[in-house]
């Protein structure tokens, strides 16, 4: 079967770092995705990574490790609008086409 | 920036009823899909659409759903014989075959 995990709350000081860590298990992988979801809103693409190692976009890097099916999103520099849920996604692809299945996420809250 | 537009963006309707979300994908972008997600839940995939046809779907997707490409630019969601547990936001997304665009959401709740 597809499994995503992550830790489903993360609390941290703005101007701290985070790190929010995914492992998954699935078949016909095809890269990491991660998004942010602000409450009632569309999730917004963050990072995603196909090959192993890290991504660095800004504030945002991320990190997968296909072998292990491990995946982390790190966060610096916490701003108090980073408060939001953090989806870890994986693409699999079967016969020509793509889909994504989601982690439930993380909800982190960054505090003053 | 290109934005996937959905409407409307909430939809009230009554259990048993017929209901269509409305997408407009990105004009260059070649793949479709439908995700929900039930308050305080997970994303959830439902179909994907590709070439005029359904690529896949999922055991969500059952005939109570539907999807179409009436014209170039919409791609639309039909849920029949709403039920309570179809309350949710439903999202559609457009990718060029790498990372996807998602569209604001229709929140739909059934009463």
């Known amino acids: 079967g597809q499994n995503i995990d992550q830790p489903t709350e993360m609390t941290a000081t703005e101007g701290a770092i985070v790190q929010i860590n995914c492992t998954y298990q699935?078949?016909?992988?095809?890269?990491l995705f991660w998004y942010q979801q602000h409450a009632g809103e569309a999730p917004t693409f963050l990072s995603y990574n196909v090959l192993d190692g890290l991504e660095e976009k800004g504030r945002f890097s991320s990190f997968l490790s296909r072998s292990k099916g491990y995946s982390y999103l790190l966060l610096k520099e916490l701003q108090m609008k980073d408060s939001a849920s953090y989806l870890c996604a994986v693409r699999v692809h079967f016969s020509g086409t793509y889909k994504y299945i989601f982690g439930t996420g993380t909800r982190l809250k960054v505090l003053a | 920036e290109p934005e996937v537009t959905q409407t409307p963006s909430h939809q009230v309707t009554q259990m048993g009823q017929e209901v269509i979300l409305r997408c407009v994908p990105i004009s260059n972008h070649l793949y479709f899909y439908w995700y929900r997600q039930i308050l305080g839940q997970k994303v959830e995939f439902l179909v994907s659409?590709?070439?005029?046809?359904?690529?896949?779907k999922s055991e969500i997707f059952d005939d109570q759903f539907s999807v179409e490409r009436p014209d170039g630019s919409n791609f639309t969601l039909k849920i029949r014989s709403t039920k309570l547990e179809d309350s949710a936001m439903y999202f559609c997304?457009?990718?060029?075959?790498?990372?996807?665009?998602f569209g604001s959401g229709t929140r739909l709740t059934v009463v």
């Open positions: 659409f590709y070439n005029n046809e359904i690529s896949e």
């Open positions: 997304a457009s990718s060029e075959g790498g990372g996807y665009t």
């Open positions: 699935t078949s016909g992988f095809n890269g």
